[in-house]
């Protein structure tokens, strides 16, 4: 790979933040997402691209905002790869993942450092809205709330059980070891798994927020779910026995209804566009269900090559 700029970053200091955004073809986007991190008020912040595109992204990153680090790798790669790589140059106490489409508030960098000096969570997350929401179509609001929705404002300040990973954040000590970084690829939900069995806490902090941004064209994104159900459940049961994984394949059929309960049981209490939600209903289900098929055959065969087909 290389890389262009350095962005230097007093590591020494106790707020110094590195963000990490690892993206594929996201020239439509890119460019909206970093002017959101490039704006004053956000200093001493290394803000860290890791690229694998096509479609000139790389040089869009570079010719227009020349105080980004930029990596890029001409082979695709897949979304953990290229965020582990990227983690891997991260050089700041906090180390924040977002997307290409994530549209960071003017005080997301304030607020960062606000909660990871106030809790000892070595993991944060925050709350995700939907760009532009009044404007956004049906296909569009059921991707959000598919994906997003439990995670839209208001988000209630304290410890969970789940956060975004298009709005994350991590203490150093959390993602290395010493100089060493912890993970080659980095699985959010492997991650988490582990820094809770270590005894920490994944924490909720509402004042965190991002915008969502995402034009993905709704049969991308439906194909996309079999994969990435896949790819969970071929990595989740990677070493376990036969009879677990026969039991997580007949409880398969269940999924796309549990799914739904968890996802909407926590967006329906925030009381808002509680009319988008039912509007959605049945193609949510059906992002679920495919989902679910996914997971249905990780269990059965494994991830195959799933796994590297995940790049949003």
């Avoid at 060493?180 to 699985?187: G, L, T, V």
Wanted: aromatic residues 12%; proline residues 6%.
């Amino acid at each position: 790979p290389y890389a262009m700029p350095e962005n230097p970053l007093n590591t020494a200091g106790e707020d110094s933040v590195s963000v990490v955004i690892a993206c594929r073809n996201a020239a439509g986007v890119i460019g909206k997402c970093l002017e959101r991190l490039c704006q004053p008020g956000m200093e001493n912040l290394q803000i860290i691209v890791a690229d694998c595109s096509s479609d000139g992204t790389s040089v869009l990153v570079r010719d227009r905002f020349p105080q980004v680090q930029l990596l890029h790798w001409p082979e695709p790669l897949s979304l953990p790869e290229l965020r582990g790589r990227g983690i891997a140059e991260a050089g700041g106490r906090i180390i924040a993942l977002i997307d290409p489409y994530s549209l960071v508030a003017p005080d997301w960098l304030e607020q960062l450092r606000i909660a990871h000096t106030s809790h000892g969570s070595v993991v944060i997350g925050g709350a995700v809205d939907l760009y532009q929401e009044e404007s956004q179509g049906i296909l569009a609001w059921a991707q959000y709330l598919n994906e997003y929705g439990m995670f839209m404002s208001p988000v209630i300040e304290g410890e969970i059980e789940i956060l975004p990973g298009s709005n994350i954040s991590y203490k150093r000590e959390a993602l290395f070891l010493g100089e060493q970084p912890r993970y080659q690829d980095f699985w959010k939900t492997f991650v988490n798994t582990r820094v809770e069995e270590a005894g920490g806490r994944l924490w909720q902090s509402p004042g965190i927020k991002v915008g969502l941004l995402k034009p993905i064209g709704f049969w991308r994104f439906f194909f996309s779910r079999f994969s990435h159900g896949r790819c969970y459940a071929g990595m989740r049961c990677a070493n376990s026995p036969n009879a677990e994984r026969v039991a997580r394949m007949l409880s398969a059929p269940l999924l796309p209804f549990l799914l739904q309960y968890r996802w909407g049981r926590r967006y329906w209490v925030k009381r808002r566009y509680r009319g988008k939600f039912l509007a959605t209903l049945p193609i949510q289900l059906l992002l679920f269900s495919w989902w679910s098929l996914g997971e249905f055959v990780g269990y059965m065969a494994g991830p195959g090559n799933s796994c590297s087909k995940l790049h949003f």
